[in-house]
């Protein structure tokens, strides 16, 4: 059986604004094994990064806030850390990999010194030693020629190869957890397919966990092992991805597989989700996809539904499943 790397329990997440406070993040609870990944999916805007940024314990302060849960990185609960604490397990225990290159990466500096920067950091190494590992994280994201590439500044590589450089400072201390912000958002469909198998070879050769954040269920069949469906700050149902794909319960889920273009229905109207999510400076006191809802009842609207296990750990909150 693997281990749980991490195990998030009732998180809140909140943003403090001139117009009052936003519930970026509202009671999210999952967890990310050993080897595992793990994609929280959804629409922009539903909590996602935040999520993600509140485990680094990164949030823009003083608006953005933790205001309740657990989040247990290898049995302890990091919340509890001061600063200096959380500062020596980013990168080291935990790290993360952002969207796009091009604003992770600092023009002015060799990839090599980028690299280079955290394993100093967190391994203490200097000198050849520091090389030595520079080029070995290098070549865990199979970057052609390491030896001479580290010498390189961003602007002499391939989209592609830049964001294989965001990942090879993300592994550089071989993280037990690795937050994907959208990785692949960026990249072409062919970039995209080779990025995905590299992260599921590094799994394999390192047993990093991974949180694989997407609003793409192409990705998520490709890369997760099991997936979690956020609507506006909360996950609504969680399952393996076998079981997302062949079994939604939850109408949003539904919803959102039947949103995806599929080549065989070239001349039908591609399927969209009428309506918005609510504001999370007001939201409804009830289930917050009611508004959008083709299944809603009088109910819906009244009270939040429970979260659900309708077997092998496959969670749906709707009042529709049982
Ligand atoms: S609880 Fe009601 S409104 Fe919400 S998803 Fe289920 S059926 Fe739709």
Redesign the pocket.
């Known amino acids: 059986m693997s281990r749980t790397i991490l195990q998030v329990e009732d998180l809140h997440t909140s943003f403090y604004t001139r117009a009052g406070e936003v519930k970026a993040v509202d009671g999210v609870s999952f967890h990310v094994d050993e080897k595992e990944t793990f994609g929280l999916v959804g629409e922009s805007a539903c909590g996602k990064t935040v999520t993600g940024l509140s485990l680094l314990r990164l949030l823009p302060e003083p608006a953005g806030r933790i205001v309740g849960g657990k989040i247990i990185l290898n049995g302890r609960n990091i919340l509890e850390l001061s600063k200096k604490e959380m500062r020596a397990v980013r990168g080291k225990e935990i790290s993360m990999i952002l969207q796009d290159p091009m604003t992770s990466l600092n023009p002015v500096y060799t990839v090599g010194n980028q690299i280079a920067e955290s394993i100093k950091l967190h391994q203490g190494l200097r000198d050849e030693k520091v090389t030595d590992e520079v080029i070995s994280a290098l070549r865990l994201l199979k970057i052609p020629a390491p030896e001479s590439r580290i010498r390189d500044y961003p602007f002499q590589m391939s989209g592609g190869m830049r964001q294989r450089v965001v990942g090879a400072i993300a592994m550089s201390c071989r993280p037990n957890l690795l937050i994907a912000d959208e990785p692949t958002t960026a990249l072409d469909a062919t970039i995209q397919a080779q990025y995905i198998a590299l992260f599921q070879d590094i799994q394999r050769t390192t047993n990093v966990g991974i949180l694989f954040i997407t609003h793409d269920f192409g990705v998520v069949a490709k890369m997760c092992h099991r997936v979690g469906v956020m609507y506006a700050g909360r996950i609504v149902e969680t399952a393996t991805t076998s079981k997302i794909f062949k079994d939604p319960r939850?109408?949003?889920t539904v919803a959102l597989i039947n949103s995806v273009p599929r080549l065989e229905e070239k001349n039908k109207r591609l399927f969209s989700i009428e309506g918005q999510p609510p504001s999370l400076l007001n939201l409804p006191p009830g289930?917050r996809?009611?508004a959008r809802?083709d299944?809603?009842?009088d109910k819906?609207r009244e009270q939040q539904?429970p979260e659900v296990d309708i077997g092998d750990g496959h969670l749906v909150s709707?009042?529709?499943v049982k």
Do not use: D, N, R, S
């Open positions: 939850h109408p949003y289930c996809f009611a809802c299944k809603v009842m819906c539904p709707c009042w529709k």
